[in-house]
T-cell receptor, first 107, second 114 residues
Framework: QQPVQSPQAVILREGEDAVINCSSS?????VHWYRQKHGEAPIFLMI?????EQKGHDKISASFNEKKQQSSLYLTASQLSYSGTYFCGGSWGKLQFGAGTQVVVTP | NAGVTQTPKFQVLKTGQSMTLQCAQD?????MYWYRQDPGMGLRLIYYSASEGTTDKGEVPNGYNVSRLNKREFSLRLESAAPSQTSVYFCASSGPPGQRYGYTFGSGTRLTVV
């Protein structure tokens, strides 16, 4: 029942783009996205509540396709500060997280 | 600073010992949660409390108990620690469901059971 994330890891050079996908086998009421730096707590990035919704946080944006039960996180013109592990969370009243996608941005 | 405070930050236990992890939030949130994080497995929900006086099991509740002491505080107890409970434990809180609020996490407790 845990959301499935792909890819497991991605390595980028500064300025490159990446997409992280999150899918669920059951209907999602909402999707959360978090970023976690090594040894730190996860930090909330954004929440998507409606089907087809898109949101942005700096140059990080996301979409949520309610019909397909899928969400994607877009890292545009990546910066070194984007490095970390990204988690999607599927909400069915309480949040269940995917296994995470490790993002490494190199100079 | 407003947020979620967890204590202790680090703990080493011997198998069979008991301990309580403390969590407090000062954001007036109704809902509070306990997650554990293991390498490659993301965050798994142990227990949650939708409001003061209520608690419910999450994905991995076995070996744990919780107490929602009041609106601010939500504690997690290990009655008889086992090596499989070695993990990083995060407490989190959130505002009303259906609103555009994310979860706020504490800084975590790194627990080792030997």
């Amino acid at each position: 029942q845990q959301p499935v994330q792909s890819p497991q890891a991605v390595i980028l050079r500064e300025g490159e783009d990446a997409v992280i996908n999150c899918s669920s086998s059951k209907a999602l009421y909402s999707v959360h996205w978090y970023r976690q730096k090594h040894g730190e707590a996860p930090i909330f990035l954004m929440i998507l509540l409606k089907g087809g919704e898109q949101k942005g946080h700096d140059k990080i944006s996301a979409s949520f396709n309610e019909k397909k039960q899928q969400s994607s996180l877009y890292l545009t013109a990546s910066q070194l500060s984007y490095s970390g592990t990204y988690f999607c969370g599927g909400s069915w009243g309480k949040l269940q997280f995917g296994a995470g996608t490790q993002v490494v941005v190199t100079p | 600073n407003a947020g979620v405070t967890q204590t202790p930050k680090f703990q080493v236990l011997k198998t069979g010992q008991s301990m309580t992890l403390q969590c407090a939030q000062d954001m007036n949130h109704n809902s509070m949660y306990w997650y554990r994080q293991d390498p490659g497995m993301g965050l798994r929900l142990i227990y949650y409390s939708a409001s003061e006086g209520t608690t419910d099991k999450g994905e991995v509740p076995n070996g744990y108990n919780v107490s929602r002491l009041n609106k601010r505080e939500f504690s997690l107890r290990l009655e008889s620690a086992a090596p499989s409970q070695t993990s990083v434990y995060f407490c989190a809180s959130s505002g009303p469901p259906g609103q555009r609020y994310g979860y706020t996490f504490g800084s975590g407790t790194r627990l080792t059971v030997v």
